[in-house]
């Protein structure tokens, strides 16, 4: 059986390091699970690894789409399965990596055949424009409180698509949600990198600096003409967004862009907790961290 190692964790946890210096010991590709990295339009908001960091390992998935055309995490399922079919015949281990858990979910488990309606989707997007998320929150709670408990509550993108399915089917979004296992043709090795929360904390608000210095501002008027679509309704951009119109001053977009990351990883870390069979690694240093991978693998 070939094996799928799975690095995940919040955002800044160092999983870009770890899964590039271990792709390289075994030599073997890396498929990105970040639903942000995809986009060939951003870089420096998303942490998207350079090819000088990606050190010649092929990566998958990274500037594969346009903000444009987005990939849903069920399009992503479609996708990267069969490529992933493609590469095992190569290679007896492939590295999946990124902190975007539902999509992690579609490669180890399978996402949901659920309905969905273009027309009722924008009919959706339309009103949260008009009136704001929380009258579609509103509305997701009286329609579904058992999913309405569990939604991220500040991800406009999930909580329309339940109220779309819900629109299109007459069933509660969490009754559609059957989380029945596909079958797949690898065993999964989960590891998930912990730290000291402060610690992580250091590191986000650290990235953020570092981003504003390689010109995230910039990368945001780039795209600024894109704004309406859900892909850049994301932390980094929509401070930005709201810095550049003048409701903000950039000291107050600097803080919010830290603090909602800073709730983005927590939200991470609650997301990571649901997977009982992984291997949780205290962040310490690249060989140690290899060395701990490479023993569960009983790869010498």
């Given amino acids: ?32 699970a970040d639903s942000r990295q995809f986009y ?17 390992v092929p990566h998958y998935f990274i500037d594969s789409h346009s903000l444009q055309n987005p990939l849903s995490s069920g399009a992503f399922e479609e996708e990267a399965i069969p490529l992933i079919e493609k590469l095992f015949q190569e290679h007896d281990t492939l590295i999946l990596t990124g902190g975007s858990g539902l999509f992690i979910d579609a490669i180890l488990y399978g996402i949901d055949n659920i309905p969905k309606d273009n027309k009722v989707k924008e009919h959706y997007i339309q009103l949260q424009e008009a009136q704001g998320l929380d ?24 909580v329309i698509r ?19 296992q596909k079958p797949r043709n690898f065993t999964p090795y989960i590891f998930l990198l912990d730290h000291e929360r402060e610690a ?17 501002l910039e990368e945001v008027k780039s795209v600024a003409h894109l704004r309406h679509l859900q892909s ?11 810095y550049l119109d003048g409701k903000t001053s950039l000291e107050e977009c600097v803080e919010l862009i830290k603090r909602n ?22 962040y310490t240093n690249i060989e140690e961290m290899t060395a701990f991978i490479r023993k569960r693998l009983q790869v010498k």
């Fill in 162 to 180: 339940a109220l779309e399915a819900i629109a299109c089917s007459g069933q509660k979004f969490s009754e559609l949600r059957k989380h029945t």
């Fill in 200 to 216: 992580l904390y250091s590191r986000i608000n650290q990235r953020v600096d570092i981003m504003l210095q390689e010109g995230l």
């Fill in 135 to 158: 009258v579609l929150l509103a509305e997701l709670a009286a329609k579904d409180p058992e999913y309405y408990q569990e939604v991220d509550k500040g991800n406009s993108h999930r």
């Fill in 40 to 56: 060939k339009e951003v870089a420096i908001g998303t942490a998207k690894p350079s090819p000088e960091e990606q050190e010649g």
């Fill in 261 to 282: 990351t800073r709730r983005y990883a927590k939200r991470q870390i609650t997301w990571f907790k649901r997977y009982k069979d992984a291997s949780w690694i205290p």
């Fill in 1 to 32: 059986m070939k094996s799928l190692v799975v690095i995940g964790g919040p955002t800044a946890s160092g999983k870009t390091g770890l899964s590039v210096a271990l792709a390289k010991q075994l030599k073997c590709p890396i498929l990105s």
């Fill in 232 to 242: 850049l309704n994301t932390v980094g951009y929509k401070e930005v967004f709201d």
